[in-house]
């Protein structure tokens, strides 16, 4: 089982403390949502996972290594964090080509994803030509090709219609009932809270709670709580 | 490594800008080619064939532009991301974009000097002489043509990876060529001759406008100097940052 562990994670980019001492699980199984304001660190703290930024302190681990030591990682964890990391003159076909030939992936799985995230009608088609919800979907699909143990997706639902949405969330549920690791961050407190079996909220930088959501939201709501632990003094209950 | 040379490849072959550069590198050189034959000159004077050859020289330019997608190019698009993503190893990531696109710019190199050969061939015919194929000189013009050509897209990758906004890289190299090397060159007297630009003018066996000039064999090892420079902090740079 991969599971996703943040210990002690400090960053700084100069003087700024964009993360600091966060530590918190994403076992396997399970859904974790990861929430928080504008600014909290979520974006950098995947980023550090994923080994694109380097900790200034602390780790993030991935089924106990980190990432750039595994062998094979898009086989290991799938991520998507920019929709529009795209290149607008590749068809979709070609940008999920070049994904299984870097992941070492048969081309195969490429028609099996497209089919997955229903692009094959304009997987002929160059990017610049795709709707948001499209770019989503292609990205998607980009995470899939690997079969990874772990999904790290960041905002996943912009630009989905409520079909899409809810597609995503059946998606995601059967992942994870097939043992595989999923983070999740999204500002759709609504779907996070229809979605998700964990959460943890970080706020300028800190952890202001990891746990069950059903534990959280149990007296009131996952709004009500995000709102009270982000908003007024630091040092408030968490 | 043999799979990241081919997902660099594969990059460059679905995306339309290495033929849009070959098509530009095209028109420029059959347009020089008209310009030095429009004017009439002694087709058996030996500086005529290669006046014409010489602008296979210019497409150094558009090989530079080239190398500068390389990693400049997926920052631009963000694709940046995908790719350490599947390479966390960013060192080697940069080391086979510079083989790819230094044979690249081999490649576009070879394909100028093809069509300038052809044309000025031609364009010889059309005059009532005859190209001398057996002229060393214009080997040496054509071979060191394509050389400094690949040495530019390599030197570009080094560029992109360091600068890494695409347009403001593109912009750097231009004005690099045209104010530095262009004017300051003048000012610089013989010490001008050790510029990439100068430099790769002796490689290609063409005119100077430096005082004192290099010779090929000098001129391929500066070059060299040059592309090892900047590949080493394409290196350096690319593991060093984050990717934010």
């Known amino acids: ?238 | 490594m043999p799979t990241l040379l081919g997902v660099e490849l594969l990059k460059l072959r679905t995306v339309r800008t290495a033929w849009w550069l070959l098509a530009a590198a095209v028109v420029v050189v059959v347009a020089g080619i008209a310009g030095v034959m429009g004017q009439n000159p002694d087709l058996n004077a030996a500086s005529t064939p290669i006046d014409a050859l010489g602008h296979v020289g210019v497409v150094s330019l558009f090989a530079l532009v080239l190398g500068i997608t390389a990693v400049a190019g997926e920052y631009r698009h963000r694709t940046i991301t995908d790719t350490y993503l599947s390479e966390p190893h960013r060192g080697r990531v940069v080391v086979a974009k510079l083989i790819v696109y230094t044979v690249a710019g081999f490649v576009l190199g070879l394909a100028a000097s093809a069509v300038a050969l052809l044309g000025t061939a031609v364009w010889f015919a059309s005059k009532g002489g005859s190209l001398n194929l057996a002229d060393p000189q214009l080997w040496r013009t054509v071979v060191g043509c394509v050389c400094w050509n690949a040495a530019f897209a390599a030197i570009g990758v080094g560029l992109g990876a360091l600068i890494r906004h695409l347009a403001p890289a593109i912009t750097v190299a231009l004005a690099w060529l045209a104010l530095i090397e262009g004017v300051v060159s003048q000012l610089l007297g013989g010490a001008a001759r050790w510029l990439p630009f100068q430099s790769g003018s002796a490689l290609g066996n063409l005119p100077t406008t430096s005082s004192g000039r290099l010779t090929q064999g000098q001129a391929g090892l500066v070059l060299a100097i040059y592309v090892a420079g900047f590949a080493a902090v394409a290196v350096w740079t690319s593991v060093k940052r984050d990717v934010t």
Do not use: C
């Not at chain 1, 961050?185 to 229809?194: C, K, R």
């Not at chain 1, 998700?196 to 746990?211: F, K, P, S, T």
């Open chain 1, 1 to 238: 089982m991969t599971a996703v562990a943040i210990r002690d994670l400090t960053k700084y980019f100069g003087k700024v403390p964009a993360v600091q001492a966060l530590t918190f699980d994403a076992p396997a199984g399970q859904i974790t949502g990861f929430i928080g304001p504008n600014g909290a660190g979520k974006t950098t703290t995947l980023r550090i996972a994923l080994g694109l930024v380097r900790p200034t302190a602390g780790e993030a681990l991935i089924g106990g290594q980190p990432y750039a030591t595994l062998t094979h990682p898009r086989r290991v964890v799938g991520a998507v964090l920019d929709a529009p990391a795209l290149h607008p003159a590749r068809t979709g076909r070609d940008h999920l080509r070049v994904l299984a030939a870097s992941a070492g992936v048969p081309e195969r799985r490429v028609d099996e994803m497209l089919g997955v995230v229903q692009l094959e009608g304009a997987a002929g088609r160059r990017v610049r030509g795709y709707s948001m919800g499209m770019r989503q979907r292609l990205g998607l699909a980009g995470a899939l090709l690997g079969d990874p143990a772990v999904l790290i997706l960041d905002e996943p639902a912009n630009g989905l219609d409520p079909a899409g949405i809810a597609w995503l969330r059946g998606r995601l549920r059967q992942f994870a009932a097939e043992g595989r690791t999923i983070v999740v961050s999204s500002h759709l407190l609504s779907e996070v809270a229809q979605t998700v079996d964990r959460v943890v909220i970080v706020n300028e930088g800190r952890l202001r709670y990891a746990g069950p959501l059903a534990e959280l939201a149990a007296e009131s709501s996952l709004e009500a709580e995000f709102l009270r632990l982000t908003t007024g003094a630091l040092d408030g209950a968490g």
